[in-house]
């Protein structure tokens, strides 16, 4: 079975403070996406990266997608109380299958 | 509608009664998700469909759980002798598609089951 750990679990910080958010597995993944949820509402998707080593930039988030496609992490740089909400990251286990699978969700609070 | 639209939003049922949730996928969407959601966790990943047929229902916990999908659009996720355990809100998700491996999902806004 493959499982994607996501860390820290919560996180409150202060409007303008950086946080990172980790997404780790033991397992390969074709690709990782990252989606965030807010109350209320289904995920929504902010980013998919395919290649391992790769790295987005999404106005003030960054997703880096681990060399050997086991991991990846989301940076977010001067953080807003917009940003708040939930951060999922998820996988393909393959390029042979549309099966997604989801990490442990990892609950941001930013506070004005 | 424009997005994935699912039924009930809410449900209260009784320990034991059978329960069916629906989803409508967007239009053309071929792939279809069932995930279940608890206590606004991470996502666990039940079922999913391309077309009518499920390539993968690992995620199913027990055969008191099934789903079935037709006309390659609308699915139902069917819970038998529903178990307090089985609280939760299930998210449904629908996608294009087109591209090697799991593209783009698009979720509803879930069904949230509530077993007394």
């Known amino acids: 079975t493959q499982l994607l750990e996501q860390s820290p679990q919560f996180l409150s910080i202060q409007e303008g403070e950086n946080l990172t958010v980790y997404c780790n597995s033991s397992s390969v993944f074709s690709s990782l996406q990252w989606y965030r949820q807010e109350p209320g509402e289904g995920p929504v998707l902010l980013v998919t990266?395919?290649?391992?080593?790769e790295v987005k930039k999404l106005k003030r988030l960054t997703f880096q997608f681990g060399d050997a496609r086991k991991d990846s992490s989301l940076h977010i740089t001067a953080a807003q109380p917009g940003d708040t909400g939930l951060y999922l990251c998820?996988?393909?286990?393959?390029?042979?299958?549309?099966?997604?699978?989801f990490g442990t969700g990892t609950r941001l609070q930013v506070f004005p | 509608g424009a997005g994935v639209s699912q039924s009930p939003s809410n449900k209260v049922t009784e320990k034991g009664k059978d329960v069916e949730l629906r989803c409508d996928p967007i239009s053309g969407h071929t792939a279809l998700y069932w995930y279940r959601q608890s206590l606004g966790q991470g996502l666990e990943f039940l079922i999913y469909f391309q077309g009518n047929s499920a390539p993968d229902k690992s995620g199913l916990p027990s055969d008191r759980f099934s789903a079935e999908r037709t006309g390659g659009s609308v699915s139902t996720l069917t819970i038998q002798r529903t178990q307090q355990e089985d609280s939760a809100v299930y998210l449904c998700?629908?996608?294009?598609?087109?591209?090697?491996?799991?593209?783009?999902?698009?979720f509803g806004e879930g069904s949230r089951l509530t077993v007394l």
């Open positions: 990266v395919v290649t391992g080593g």
């Open positions: 998820a996988g393909g286990p393959s390029y042979n299958t549309d099966k997604l699978i």
């Open positions: 998700a629908s996608s294009l598609a087109i591209y090697e491996g799991p593209g783009e999902l698009f």
